[in-house]
């Protein structure tokens, strides 16, 4: 693996690996001594011309705790505002020397370019691309979905000494249906999930209003729908986990539906809606949340939500994937 | 742990993964018996050394090191009749060979309750070879805890160390090339027990 840009690069056995990999790398995480010298003198640079929150302090957590040094770029109060060029910030990147960019950029397509186009030698990373891709998202929800649906979590009735044994590494997601609701159109973790999901030998069902669905839907890996009533109910089959889906205000110009109040009592998540799904179903959220629009506080507060472990998850899975990256002699 | 310690820096089989079958030029040098008795030897000397088995806790190193340290914990249960708690140690993640290597799978790191603290933990491995590997694991140890002491014990010593590092308890001496590769078999990956070298000739 020598980038991660979509979550379409991996295959099966790929994803597979990065899950087992972040297991193991979570473990080290519940230890008194949670720094690893695993990249010790590598550099890492988190190029972020995006606001964030948990995306950047997670991939610096997660290069911290493996000893690699960071730098953290921000557009704002840099050279960009000057109107300094991709290129050119990539080729000062280059000759300090980072060993990985972590690049979160509005337009979709930046770290494939950044990756291509010969400015630097070092691995790239998507964190989020425009409306494109948001791959280590993914990985974070499947990491979840995994420990959950089949892990160490799945049946806790079982004795202590059975989870820690560890048997279900190597598996997938195979047969588990989850639904992914709200703002498809505008979402790279949608996207990435989708795919990442597919791989893993899940089933997919998104629910949006058809404004709020791409142009060519039929041709993604997934079914859709735009009742979530009809598919909480078990219309598309029983469900192990729902993905609400934050309403990005800030990419919604024009509107894309009549207003907030119908918004939410057509496709957000209530308590109601919450009780028509099977027992086990996971609520998710990649956060940030709108509460009282796409998910009510009951919901994003019960103790099927994953909403908070979720970003603690994302620590691991990225360890797994910046080691993935730069351990190795190709990198 | 792979089983192969390679001279030079080839592709290493992934730890887990069963290994093939000798090569042609293989010739065997411990076979199951020899094993079985190299092992019950190494449980009394663990045990005479500590003076019993109070404070001990083994740990291996994966994959053949873990199944050799629970082996050897059952020597210990039946000479001494208390059960000696074992664990797994993975060093991938403070290996100094990660940039020349390929990928490493990280394996598990478990440690038994009451972890390591003021105990007298003997690592396990089946190859000492570089002291490389010995070298990590004692970084690993110290991240997890401080234990009173820290012992080595292998099945096989093939010599050509580049550390000042040497076992506490050795299975079989084996005088070795470079140039050779030394496979340990155990019946709990591989199907049978057996040591090999091969190469070199």
Known sequence: MKHLLSAADLDRDAAVSVLDVAEQMAATQQREIKKLPTLRGRTVVNLFYEDSTRTRISFEAAAKRLSADVINFSAKGSSVSKGESLKDTALTLEAMGADAVVVRHPVSGAPHRLAHAGWIQGAVVNAGDGTHEHPTQALLDAFTLRRHLVGADSNPTERPEQRDSRDWLGQDLKGKRVAIVGDVLHSRVARSNVLLLNTLGAEVVLVAPPTLLPVGIDSWPCTFSYDLDHVVQGGHGDLDAVMMLRVQQERMNAAYFPSVREYSRRYGLDARRMGALPDHALVMHPGPMNRGLEISAEAADSVRSTIVEQVANGVAVRMAALYLLLSGENS | MSSARRATAPPVPTGSSPSVQPAPDA????????????????????????????????????TRGVHLARRLARRLAEIEGTEVPVGALDVTMHRDDLRRQPMRTIGATDLPDGGIDDRVVVLVDDVLYSGRTIRA?????????????????????????????????????????????????????????????????
């Open chain 2, 27 to 62: 010739r065997s040098v411990l076979e199951a018996a020899e094993i079985n008795r190299a092992l019950s030897r190494i449980a009394h000397e663990v045990l005479e050394r500590n003076k019993g088995a109070g404070g001990l806790v083994l740990l291996g190193i994966p």
């Open chain 2, 137 to 201: 694991a004692l970084d690993a140890i110290s991240d997890l805890g401080r234990p009173r002491a820290v012992r080595l014990a292998v099945l096989v010593d093939r010599g050509h160390r580049e550390l000042p590092i040497r076992a506490d308890h050795v299975g079989k001496n084996l005088p070795t090339s470079q140039l050779e590769r030394v496979r340990v078999h155990l019946a709990e990956v591989d199907g049978e027990d057996s040591v090999w070298i091969e190469g070199g000739a």
